[in-house]
């Protein structure tokens, strides 16, 4: 399934695992959620409350404060990204190893927040990995194991987060910091 974010002036199209990923770089550099408004159509005695989540695609509409908090903190992340792949790069050029686990010098990588994700992404990430170990209704498992390994990343792992952003992706999540700093976007 997609997800669309329509603004203003333009859109950006992604499937729901990238955008989980996404939201959860950001929320990792920073940003707190305000939560999703309603779509005008809502009716809450018809629709029920509106919990303002992220993740599915019922028009709700992202603030225009929340928008520009969201891009901030991408905009925190695609610098450090930056920073990682130039790192890695020099140590590629220098024949640089890794350090081991035992290792004393081992870089921890890009501080990012310990807090606990919002309820509505920890509810997607519950149901990423019930798909993967039941299987999707035809039992195909393996094959989606490898997209899991794209779902839930972990903060002990940030260089993890960085790397999958990095390399083309950098200008997916580009696009994204602009469509965000062009004001509130609507979750189609």
């Known amino acids: 399934m997609g997800t669309d974010l329509v603004g203003k002036h333009d859109y950006w199209s992604t499937n729901r695992a990238w955008w989980a990923n996404t939201l959860e770089l950001a929320f990792y550099f920073g940003w707190q959620p305000q939560g999703t408004e309603p779509p005008a159509e809502w009716e809450e005695s018809r629709d029920g409350p509106c919990d303002g989540d992220y993740m599915t ?18 905009e925190a992340a695609l610098e450090e990204i930056l920073a990682y792949e130039e790192q890695c790069a020099a140590r590629a050029a220098a024949d640089w190893k890794p350090p ?4 004393p010098q081992r870089e921890s990588g890009p501080a990012l927040s310990q807090a606990r994700l919002p309820g509505w992404l920890e509810r997607f990430e519950a149901e990423q990995a019930a798909f993967v170990i039941n299987g999707d209704q035809r039992g195909n498992i393996g094959r989606v194991e490898g997209f899991r390994a794209q779902v839930v990343l972990s903060p002990a792992q940030p260089a993890d987060r960085l790397e999958l952003f990095g390399d083309t992706n ?19």
């Open 100 to 103: 081991t686990e035992a290792d």
């Open 57 to 74: 695609n019922d028009r709700q509409y992202v603030t225009i404060e929340d928008a520009n908090a969201l891009a901030v903190a991408l």
């Open 170 to 188: 950098k200008e997916h999540l580009a696009r994204l910091i602009a469509l965000c700093r062009a004001g509130g976007f609507l979750i189609l």
